[in-house]
């Protein structure tokens, strides 16, 4: 069973800064992709930035230049650092990952969602 957990949202006013944090947990030998998808009140889940454990990125148009995913494979973490927050950042940021390799060496079809964590940028 894989369990994903985040922290770190909260509040926060426009031009400030977060730093969200996810750990992954369970019968994990590898994670292909883990990133960040976010959903605002009455909007559907959108991507907002994904790395795969070669290091390649992909950010949403929107938080290009103002927001940076990490990982560390090792820990099996995945935090995503927002800078220069705007109002239409306000959303559950949820926590991804994909293309688990369990440790007895088989591949995980699901995908594993966090339970997700409140952004919510106002003055």
């Known amino acids: 069973q894989v369990q994903l957990v985040e922290s770190g949202g909260g509040l926060v006013q426009p031009g400030g800064s977060l730093r969200l944090s996810c750990a992954a947990s369970?019968?994990?030998?590898?994670?292909?992709?883990m990133g960040w998808y976010r959903q605002a009140p009455g909007k559907q889940r959108e991507l907002v930035a994904t790395?795969?454990?070669?290091?390649?990125?992909k950010y949403a148009d929107s938080v290009k230049d103002r927001f940076t995913i990490s990982r560390d494979n090792a820990k099996k973490s995945v935090d995503l650092q927002m800078n220069s927050l705007k109002p239409d950042d306000t959303a559950v940021y949820y926590c991804?990952?994909?293309?688990?390799?369990?440790?007895?060496?088989?591949?995980?079809?699901?995908?594993?969602w966090g339970q997700g964590t409140q952004v919510t940028v106002s003055s």
């Open positions: 369970g019968s994990i030998f590898s994670i292909w992709v």
């Open positions: 790395l795969t454990n070669r290091g390649e990125t």
């Open positions: 991804y990952a994909s293309g688990i390799l369990t440790l007895t060496m088989v591949a995980e079809k699901a995908n594993y």
